[in-house]
């Protein structure tokens, strides 16, 4: 699709208060599209700023930011969902089933642009501002305007409201980003790297070396939810990052946090936590923006193959459907010549 250029919102002065060294970061990273048949893996990233230290406790943000923030997918405050994606999509008979996916997503990304950015936005330029290459396969190669789910005025509203509590609390969600690992690609480093539990950690440590990239110096918390249940990660951070010191804070069922440090860079803690996007928001909007891409993306897989065969019915690609997805197009796979292992995962 065509690709975008985007302009951020002006800052508030209010965020200029803070001495620049009392900045730290909290950021949060999640994936989602692990098990499917069809359809890409897709990594979440998202990065607050306040005020502080890595030696303190993060704030909780849907405290801080209440007025505006819930976790329930119905509040008779009309405040915004943030919560694990798997517990957000699906919206009832009356709304898409993304509603409340996306509104967390695009609110969240419009608050760091202009005024007018919700209203010219389709997927190719939300990728964009997410840093997603769109996979280069016949089946992604359409754009879808956006908002699938709701009409851009209330989510104008909804920004306008979030940029306010987030300058009365002197609070500033600094980044969102995601990638998207095709079928094909996919596969490939499966293959390569022997387990796709590897290709999931390093789907998660490419967002997390950006992240401490665009650090600028300044201390990181960095939360990802626990990677197969494991408990012990320095060999991992070891493969990850070669050149940096590394630290064990702790390591125990429930958390296994670490201390890094490289020449050049800020310094970071890392943390794996069990049910990371229950306890800590930067974790549950990375979900969100996972599900959210991969979602989009699955939008255009269908699309293709509807229009060859219009009375296809979609798939979300997990197994069992993806199995009957692949069933109903094998005429079109043929007949089009598609590459069945750029379509199908092999795990």
């Known amino acids: 699709g065509q690709r975008h250029t985007s302009t951020r919102r002006p800052e508030s002065p209010r965020r200029h208060l ?36 890595l030696d303190d406790e993060p704030p909780c943000l849907w ?19 943030i919560d694990d994606s798997k517990k957000l999509k699906g919206a009832g008979a009356k709304a898409h089933p993304l509603t409340h996916l996306e509104r967390g997503v695009l609110v969240f990304a419009a608050s760091m642009h202009e005024r007018n950015w919700l209203e010219q936005l389709d997927d190719a330029m939300l990728l964009d501002a997410l840093g997603v290459e769109s996979p280069a396969l016949p089946w992604y190669d359409t754009n879808t305007p956006l908002p699938v789910g709701r009409t851009t005025d209330p989510l104008r509203i909804d920004r306008a409201r979030l940029n306010r509590a987030m300058d009365r609390t002197n609070t500033r969600c600094v980044h969102i980003g995601a990638r998207a690992i095709d079928a094909n690609t996919f596969n490939t480093r499966v293959e390569q790297a022997g387990s796709k539990a590897t290709v999931n950690f390093e789907l998660v440590m490419t967002l997390a070396d950006a992240c401490w ?23 991992d951070l ?110």
């Open 213 to 235: 990239r665009q650090a600028a110096g300044r201390p990181l918390l960095l939360v990802i939810d626990r990677q197969g249940g494991r408990t012990h990660y320095l060999d």
């Open 238 to 347: 070891r493969v990850a990052w070669p050149e940096a010191d590394r630290h064990i804070l702790t390591e125990s069922e429930k958390e296994s946090r670490y201390r890094l440090a490289i020449a050049g860079r800020g310094p970071i803690e890392i943390r794996f936590a069990a049910q990371a996007d229950a306890d800590h928001l930067p974790v549950a909007l990375a979900s969100m923006t996972a599900k959210y891409i991969r979602e989009l993306l699955m939008i255009r897989l269908n699309r293709f193959f509807q229009g060859h065969l219009p009375e296809l019915k979609p798939t979300a690609g997990y197994v069992e459907d993806g199995r009957r997805f692949l069933s109903d197009i094998e005429p079109i796979i043929e007949s089009v010549g598609l590459e069945r292992s750029s379509l199908v995962r092999s795990c």
């Open 63 to 81: 405290r801080t930011l209440r007025t505006v923030l819930t976790r329930s997918r119905r509040d008779a405050r009309g405040r915004i969902s």
């Open 18 to 53: 803070t001495p620049y060294h009392r900045i730290m970061l909290y950021a949060g990273i999640d994936e989602a599209g692990y098990g499917p048949l069809l359809g890409p893996l897709c990594g979440g990233l998202s990065v607050f700023e306040f005020e502080g230290s």
